[in-house]
C-alpha cells in the first residue's frame, strides 16, 4: 500500500543523545516535511524539502538536522542541542502540482530519559 | 506573516446535535490554499478537505459541510448530526500555492458524548 511510514513509533533519548526519526514514502511526491506538535498546540514547521538534496529551515529548526539524499527518505535528527525534544513528530509529503495536499506519517513521540 | 487562528480550544457536544468548529486566518497573499485535517486518538492527521482562495462556495461532503468567507477571513467546518466517531481534534491549516508548509492553527478538540 502506498503511505508515509515513520519509525519508531516511540523513541526514549538520553541526555547528550542525538536520535534520528525515520520517514519514508512510496508515494513518489517530491516534498517532505517535519512538524513537530507539542500537547495543545498545533503543529510548528521545522524542516522542509522541495527536491533532492536540498532543505529548508523550518520556524524552529534549532536542534534539529535532516538530509535527502533519495526523494523517498526524510530522516529527521534531534541533537544534543535540542534542549527541549520531548514532543510528537509528524512527517508528512505532499504531491507534485501545486495542490499541496499534504498526507501524514503515523507520528513518532519522542521522550527524554 | 501568515496566522490561523481557532479560538475553540475544546467543545463537547451529545451526539446527533450539530456543531460548528471557527477558524480565521491571516494572509497578505492574493492566491493561498486552506485545508481542514482530522486528528484522532492515533494521532495521524487525516486530510478533509481543501480549498483555495478563489472558490468562495460552500461545500458539503456527508455530514461534513464546509463555509469560506473571504470578507470575514474565514473558514468555518459544521459537522451535523454528530456521532462519536467524530471525537478527535480539528486543525485548520493555510498555505502559500504550491509545494510550500502548512501553517497550522492550534486546534479544536471535539468530545461527541454519547
Known amino acids: 500500500d502506498g503511505g508515509i511510514t515513520q519509525s519508531p513509533k516511540y523513541l526514549f533519548r538520553k541526555e547528550g543523545q542525538n536520535v534520528t526519526l525515520s520517514c519514508e514514502q512510496n508515494?513518489?511526491?517530491?516534498?517532505m516535511y517535519w512538524y513537530r506538535q507539542d500537547p495543545g498546540q498545533g503543529l510548528r514547521l521545522i524542516y522542509y524539502s522541495q527536491i533532492v538534496n536540498d532543505f529548508q529551515k523550518g520556524d524552529i529548526a534549532e536542534g534539529y538536522s535532516v538530509s535527502r539524499e533519495k526523494k523517498e527518505s526524510f530522516p529527521l535528527t534531534v541533537t544534543s542541542a535540542q534542549k527541549n525534544p520531548t514532543a510528537f513528530y509528524l512527517c508528512?509529503?505532499?504531491?507534485?502540482?501545486?495542490?499541496?495536499?499534504?498526507?501524514f506519517g503515523a507520528g513518532t513521540r519522542l521522550s527524554v530519559l | 506573516a501568515q496566522k490561523v487562528t481557532q479560538a475553540q480550544t475544546e467543545i463537547s457536544v451529545v451526539e446527533k446535535e450539530d456543531v460548528t468548529l471557527d477558524c480565521v486566518y491571516e494572509?497578505?497573499?492574493?492566491?493561498?490554499?486552506l485545508f481542514w485535517y482530522k486528528q484522532p486518538p492515533s494521532g495521524e492527521l487525516v486530510f478533509l478537505i481543501r480549498?483555495?482562495?478563489?472558490?468562495?462556495q460552500n461545500e458539503i461532503s456527508g455530514r461534513y459541510s464546509w463555509n469560506f468567507q473571504k470578507s470575514t477571513s474565514s473558514f468555518n467546518f459544521t459537522i451535523t448530526a454528530s456521532q462519536v466517531v467524530d471525537s478527535a481534534v480539528y486543525f485548520c491549516?493555510?498555505?502559500?500555492?504550491?509545494?510550500?508548509?502548512?501553517?497550522f492553527g492550534k486546534g479544536t478538540r471535539l468530545s461527541v458524548i454519547a
Open positions: 491549516a493555510l498555505s502559500e500555492t504550491g509545494n510550500t508548509p502548512l501553517v
Open positions: 480549498r483555495n482562495s478563489f472558490d468562495e
Open positions: 494572509t497578505r497573499d492574493t492566491t493561498y490554499y
Open positions: 508515494l513518489n511526491h517530491d516534498a
Open positions: 508528512a509529503s505532499s504531491m507534485p502540482g501545486g495542490e499541496n495536499i499534504q498526507y
